[in-house]
């Protein structure tokens, strides 16, 4: 059974980093702590789900800039691309909650939040020290964990589960069976069941669930390896395609390769500008290239 928590904001044993550095005058993140806890996690995956996992979002975009979630450039400077780990898990409906309970087994420390389809793990002993995004004053938040997943079927192809749509939505058709919340979306729950609560939430909430939610196979297979979390983690076959179109466009706007300067430091918690220079944007691409030399997806600084 997967375990649930009541609150993921459990103030419990708040513990702050000590071995953090700023960066250009940016409150400290504990970059050991983040990279330490990518690694944990990767091998749970590794471990689990053999081969059937890949990354997305920021930690994406992290693995294929440094072949890492975080990384401090010579100048001293410090880029934490993302503030979450996220993942995609290719599996069978009815293993969902397996897989989370086996992956718990690996996490000891992590709490387990179940939702419908997505389900958010949180390292939270010791925390992570931040910064609010409203006060600017300095708090501890937990160091999350986002599974997200597809449905695999008996023929080898797989599909976007329900409530998962808009995330894929630029590959799906654009044909809606449904604007609201679907039977098969309560009872396919990785937990198994859902509290009345949620029910009453969900009933409020409309999901856009189209018709037809296989998605291309050469868009995920096959996978690409990574560097990331000390080792080799995976990437989509079309990982740029991916990144591009996800979230309609969330990541199409820049340069993926490019560090955004005004969270440089601070995962996109919060604003707190640190400018690169020409010799940090050499470092980067060199970076690039050593990834690909030693057989790494990475990007390319012309892209």
């Not at 050991?32 to 996992?53: C, I, N």
């Not at 939610?213 to 080792?231: A, I, N, S, T, Y």
Request: glycine share 8%; aromatic share 10%.
């Amino acid at each position: 059974m997967v375990r649930e928590v009541a609150s993921e904001g459990a103030n419990e044993a708040l513990v702050q980093q000590t071995h953090a550095t700023d960066c250009c005058g940016c409150p400290a993140v504990d970059s050991d702590y983040v990279l330490t806890h990518s690694g944990v996690f990767r091998e749970a995956l590794e471990q689990e789900v053999p081969r059937k996992w890949f990354l997305v979002e920021g930690t994406l975009i992290a693995a294929l800039r440094y072949g890492a979630h975080a990384q401090h450039l010579t100048s001293g400077k410090l880029n934490f691309v993302d503030s979450d780990f996220d993942s995609v898990v290719i599996c069978r409906p009815e293993q969902r909650a397996d897989i989370v309970r086996r992956l718990m087994n690996h996490l000891p420390g992590w709490e387990c939040h179940t939702g419908s389809h997505v389900v958010k793990l949180q390292a939270t002993k010791p925390k992570l020290a931040t910064t609010s995004r409203s006060a600017g004053g300095q708090t501890l938040r937990d160091l999350r964990a986002h599974l997200h997943f597809l449905d695999e079927g008996s023929d080898g192809n797989f599909s976007v589960p329900w409530g998962q749509e808009s995330s894929w939505r630029h590959w799906l058709s654009s044909e809606v069976l449904s604007e609201s919340l679907a039977e098969d979306e309560i009872s396919s729950c990785p937990s198994g069941q859902i509290s009345s609560e949620a029910l009453a939430v969900a009933a409020t909430r409309r999901f856009r669930s189209y018709r037809a939610r296989e998605l291309p196979h050469d868009l995920v297979f096959p996978l690409q390896k990574v560097q990331w979390g000390g080792g080799d983690a995976y990437a989509p076959n079309k990982y740029l395609e991916i990144l591009r179109g996800w979230n309609d466009g969330e990541y199409s706007k820049a340069p993926l390769w490019k560090p955004r300067e005004s969270y440089l430091a601070t995962a996109g918690l919060f604003q707190c500008p640190c400018s690169l220079d020409e010799d940090d944007y050499s470092e980067i691409c060199e970076g690039f290239s050593r990834l690909q030399a030693s057989g790494f997806a990475a990007f390319d600084c012309s892209a």
